[in-house]
């Protein structure tokens, strides 16, 4: 969620409030037998043995989200992206977001490759140095429509942004979820003590599959927004003071 925040919300208030209709959804990974056996092989080859050794680029011949999601979906695998490449050790420490329970120091990690991704190419730093805000409105759901299981997507940055390729290569994380607890609708997960990786994969910009649905926000009118109704009707996306169209 926004870093500029006021209130907290729950994921459940979260979830309660969000109109689905305006998230992006979840491409196809397309995990057909051939692809779950390839996955499955280099799951057993490269990630079970828990060195936390990099995955060599040559050894994905499928897509790295769709790996990703493979793992999180068929393996007992979480995932953390950041710009940082080198991290041996995540230690607890607080998030910077609207969600109760985000000021306890914490080791994060996300059931969703494409969520991992996109905290792995987003570059606070080149944001920064651009004068913009750094902060992110970000969301993921797993949610049921008319009987089926569906997936959805938030990602929005300062809406001047989007003229400025700001994205960077950076690191997905793969963690043991044994270490971590759940939180509604298990969107968010969360461990009490250090995580050290299994492996970790090198994501470019162009790994993100949805690059091109990231949204601009002014996050001034968002927090009001927050302030004023909670999250009823998030994202808000028909409301030009929040998403200029400029």
């Not at 390839?38 to 040559?58: N, T, V």
């Not at 999601?69 to 979480?78: D, G, P, R, S």
């Amino acid at each position: 969620m926004t870093q500029q925040k006021r209130r907290r919300f729950t994921l459940q208030e979260t979830y309660e409030g969000t109109n689905y209709s305006e998230l992006i959804p979840m491409p196809d990974p397309d995990l057909n037998p051939e692809r779950l056996k390839l996955c499955k092989d280099l799951f057993r080859e490269l990630i079970e043995p828990g060195c936390g050794a990099l995955i060599p680029d040559s050894r994905l011949t499928l897509q790295k989200w769709c790996f990703l999601e493979y793992l999180v979906k068929h393996e007992q695998i979480l995932l953390h992206g950041s710009t940082s490449h080198d991290i041996e050790v995540f230690e607890p420490r607080a998030a910077i977001d609207n969600l109760v329970g985000g000021e306890r120091a914490l080791v994060y990690a996300a059931s969703s490759g494409i969520l991992a991704s996109f905290f792995a190419i987003h570059d606070r730093a080149k944001l920064e140095k651009l004068g913009l805000a750094p902060g992110m409105n970000v969301c993921y759901f797993n949610y049921e429509e008319q009987g089926a299981a569906k997936e959805g997507f938030h990602f929005a940055i300062d809406y001047r942004a989007l003229r400025h390729f700001h994205w960077s290569t950076g690191m997905v994380y793969i963690l043991p979820r044994g270490p971590f607890r759940a939180d509604f609708q298990q969107t968010q997960w969360f461990s009490e003590v250090p995580v050290r990786p299994l492996a970790k994969i090198l994501v470019h910009p162009h790994d993100f599959p949805i690059l091109a649905s990231i949204r601009g926000t002014d996050f001034g009118p968002l927090v009001e927004q927050f302030e004023r109704v909670g999250m009823q009707g998030y994202p808000w996306l028909h409301d030009a003071r929040i998403h200029p169209r400029r």
